[in-house]
């Protein structure tokens, strides 16, 4: 197996790319898809401020290494969960990759600024963890951004994140959703830009790039997704991948050129959001969800993640 460009051993095959790369080429590679996926859906321009979202996983921390790379100025955000041990070893990474080469990271800690963390949040509301999480990550990266006056929210989501998220909406037709899926949602109603470099790249892709650069990241899954819908569609797709190498970046690419503008982002086209009555973001009724979800987690006594995972498991 010999590199594309320089005929030199390689030491990675992209199938989809019919292509084979050695350690530097495939991290050229890795930076000019990220800059393509840049160009052409206007994510950042040079000079912009940007927050990056990091989890302490592969593709946030290869996000903010490539984003620095390519020359742009990005900050991180970390939110504590407080999903046990998880969140404890999550928060380590990203901060040990900020302090390394020196680079500012803001952290949020759900349980002792808010007062709950996710999995009280999950047990109070009876839905998925995925629901309160998502809610709770969503508001405080728009109001991060707000606050430190970033022209942008970064998030380390890839081709396969992009892919399954619209499988599953396709699979319901949820047609509120698909108006979401742009790589590139902009700024609108007090909401800040939010954007996706990675969607050209896959998660073997960035967890190729972590490795070849020295990056050491959380290795565990959440362990409140375990066996969610999400990870059963990237299966899914992965299968149909092995198959015919390229399905997955035409199933999401051609969505994007081809049907996306049928659908409306409920948060930017709407004209009808308020700022919330107890913090100022924009919400559809007089309290925004985040500060529901306060409301309702104030009196709950807080539950351990275990209890809700072993719970899961005896199912
Ligand atoms: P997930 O929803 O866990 O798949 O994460 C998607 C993206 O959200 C990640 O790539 C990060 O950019 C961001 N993110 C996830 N968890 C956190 C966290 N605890 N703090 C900050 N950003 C996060
Ligand atoms: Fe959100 Fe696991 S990271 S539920
Ligand atoms: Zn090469
Ligand atoms: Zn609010």
């Known amino acids: 197996m010999k590199c594309r460009v320089c005929r030199e051993p390689a030491v990675i095959d992209i199938r989809r790319h019919n292509a ?4 530097d ?17 206007e994510m950042a321009a040079p000079g912009e401020q940007l927050l990056v979202a990091v989890s302490g996983g592969k593709d946030s921390l290869a996000v903010w290494d490539l984003l620095l790379e390519l020359g742009y100025q990005a900050d991180g955000l970390y939110i504590g969960l407080g999903i046990g041990g998880y969140s404890d070893v999550s928060g380590e990474y ?15 800690d759900l349980r002792s600024e808010h ?7 999950s047990a109070v509301t009876r839905r998925v ?3 309160a999480c998502g809610l709770s990550k969503r508001h405080l990266f728009d109001g991060a ?7 942008a929210v970064v998030t380390g989501h890839n081709l396969d994140d992009e892919a399954a998220v619209l499988y599953g909406n396709v699979l319901r037709w949820q047609t509120d959703y698909l108006g979401r899926q742009r790589p590139t949602l902009r700024a609108a109603n007090g909401f800040p830009r939010k954007v996706k470099p990675l969607v050209r790249l896959t998660e073997r892709e960035t967890a190729a790039y972590c490795i070849l650069r020295g990056i ?9 997704a375990a066996g969610n819908k999400h990870l059963r569609y990237k299966d899914a797709l992965n299968e149909v991948e092995a198959q015919s190498p390229g399905t997955k970046h035409d199933f999401y690419f051609r969505f994007l050129r081809q049907a996306v503008d049928r659908f409306v982002d409920a948060d930017r086209d709407a004209s009808t959001l308020e700022p919330c009555v107890r913090c100022g973001s924009p919400a559809s009724g007089e309290v925004c969800s985040f500060c529901r979800l306060i409301e309702r987690t104030a009196d709950a006594r807080p539950v351990p993640v275990e209890f809700l995972t072993r719970r899961k498991s005896k199912k």
């Open 129 to 131: 963890p995925c629901s």
């Open 20 to 23: 084979n790369f050695c350690r």
């Open 216 to 224: 050491d990241y959380q290795v565990e899954e959440c362990p409140m």
């Open 25 to 41: 080429h495939f991290l050229r590679y890795c930076r000019d898809q990220v800059q393509r996926a840049i160009d052409e859906f």
């Open 94 to 108: 990203a901060r040990a990759f900020a302090e390394q080469r020196n680079l500012h990271l803001i952290e949020i």
């Open 115 to 121: 007062g709950f963390d996710i999995p009280t949040a």
């Open 145 to 151: 951004a707000r606050a430190g006056g970033y022209d």
